[in-house]
């Protein structure tokens, strides 16, 4: 039997050949250590007339919320080369339109789709070829070192344009899921809790990429790295000798400067943090169980031990407006913070704001899921999906706009991305 995973294009990311799809490779080798034959076609960054489907049994296709047209289009492609295929869908937008009871914008060519996390619920539904059920569901182990490691072997990992320090970077996962509750995330709801990798079996997948692809750069994707302090002290004390260089995510409120200390020891060049907004009531809409002191102050620490600092910021969340902009501008240049990233806010299934929109002043969420973008491919767009007490969609597109122009002539320090080079060149024609 033939399976093919496929990874679709998202032509509005702003570099869509970032990283590797780390969900697809963990499935695949899930597939391969049961023995069964896979294939990975990542799609990001090609062009529709470029497409090209294998032949194979079983299709395993991923979406998001807006590419889930161009998923359907492929999945149309597979069953045409292949009549008798079966084709899964998976990804967290798919488990989160379940689990809001929208099933009716998931597309009529997937025969199942997979709930959650993959690499068990793939195996059932593999099992159960050519009769397979609507419906696939496997809770991940407690102990994620029962799941094999991504299998980089399958893709063209020199193709991935992710950079830590100007030099080629690895995705990597120590751990899954998120004690928070932010109402503009589902990650808490996917996953019931939080599975960990042992330090040991981090460092194992570590010295692997270092002796087979000759790379010592890795952006771990943890929602946050330094969550479990007693595990990831460990973790990074094993780190240490290694002489890599590493991004991870932190928390303000949660980390200390003495955790800052040992990642920098250990190698870490880059923190990044979901600050969201300089606005004290729109991160208690967020229920981010944060104030603005502490973003300062994670901030100020990471300065201070000459760590990139990157801070991501939500636009748009109920309860935005322009006073609230204002306070997130005069935050950035308080804290005069090297690197920004903005996205607006998205009313995704499944998040608090989708399932009671008026505990949040929300009077209508707007369904086109095309529409569901962060941030388009310049950086100078993204996209409001609902009406709130405060502002309508236009206005805040309008708001939205204005920020991110105000953000793109800040001047970027520190090292970047190929993406953020060619921003950083175009703005500074522009002042030319």
């Not at 496929?6 to 697809?24: F, Q, S």
């Not at 042992?198 to 010592?216: C, D, L, N, Q, T």
């Not at 990044?272 to 994670?298: F, P």
């Not at 913070?337 to 209508?364: C, E, H, M, N």
Request: proline letters at 4%.
């Amino acid at each position: 039997m033939k399976i093919e995973l496929i990874h679709p294009p998202h032509p509005a990311a702003i570099e869509d050949r970032m990283d590797a799809p780390l969900g697809l490779l963990y499935v695949a080798s899930s597939l391969k250590q049961a023995g069964h034959g896979v294939s990975v076609n990542d799609l990001s960054g090609v062009e529709q007339k470029d497409w090209k489907i294998g032949e194979a049994d079983i299709y395993g296709i991923a979406s998001y919320i807006p590419t889930m047209e161009i998923s359907a289009e492929l999945a149309r492609m597979a069953k045409k080369k292949n009549p008798q295929a079966r084709v899964v869908g998976g990804g967290a937008n798919f488990t989160d339109l379940v689990s809001a009871g929208k099933q009716q914008y998931i597309p009529r060519e997937f025969d199942s789709i997979v709930i959650g996390s993959g690499e068990l619920a793939i195996l059932d539904f593999v099992a159960d070829f050519p009769h397979v059920k609507q419906y696939y569901k496997q809770s991940l182990p407690k102990s994620l070192d029962r799941l094999p490691n991504p299998d980089y072997s399958m893709v063209d990992i020199f193709s991935y344009q992710r950079l830590i320090g100007n030099t080629k970077a690895v995705s990597m996962l120590t751990s899954r899921g998120c004690p928070f509750q932010c109402a503009f995330c589902t990650v808490r709801k996917q996953f019931k809790g939080i599975r960990y990798r042992s330090p040991e079996a981090v460092i194992e997948e570590i010295k692997h990429i270092i002796e087979v692809y000759g790379i010592r750069s890795f952006n771990f994707q943890d929602d946050t790295f330094t969550i479990n302090k007693r595990r990831v002290r460990n973790l990074l004390e094993q780190m240490r000798p290694l002489g890599i260089n590493f991004r991870c995510h932190g928390r303000a409120g949660h980390d200390s400067k003495e955790d800052y200390v040992l990642l920098k020891e250990a190698g870490c060049t880059q923190l990044c943090w979901g600050i969201e907004s300089g606005s004290q009531c729109i991160l208690d809409k967020m229920n981010k169980k944060v104030v603005a002191d502490q973003n300062q102050e994670v901030i100020e620490w990471a300065q201070e031990l000459g760590m990139l600092d990157r801070g991501f910021f939500i636009i748009g969340f109920p309860g935005e407006t322009w006073e609230t902009l204002e306070k997130t501008k005069r935050f950035i240049e308080k804290v005069n913070l090297s690197q920004i990233f903005v996205s607006s806010f998205q009313p995704y299934p499944g998040t608090d704001v989708w399932r009671d929109p008026a505990k949040y002043g929300v009077t209508k969420i707007y369904q086109d899921f095309r529409r569901y973008i962060q941030v388009d491919g310049d950086g100078t767009i993204g996209r409001c999906n609902i009406d709130t007490l405060w502002m309508n969609r236009e206005e805040m597109e309008q708001a939205d706009g204005e920020f991110r122009r105000w953000a793109l002539l800040r001047k970027r320090r520190g090292s970047l991305q190929e993406y953020e080079k060619r921003l950083e060149t175009q703005r500074e024609r522009n002042e030319h």
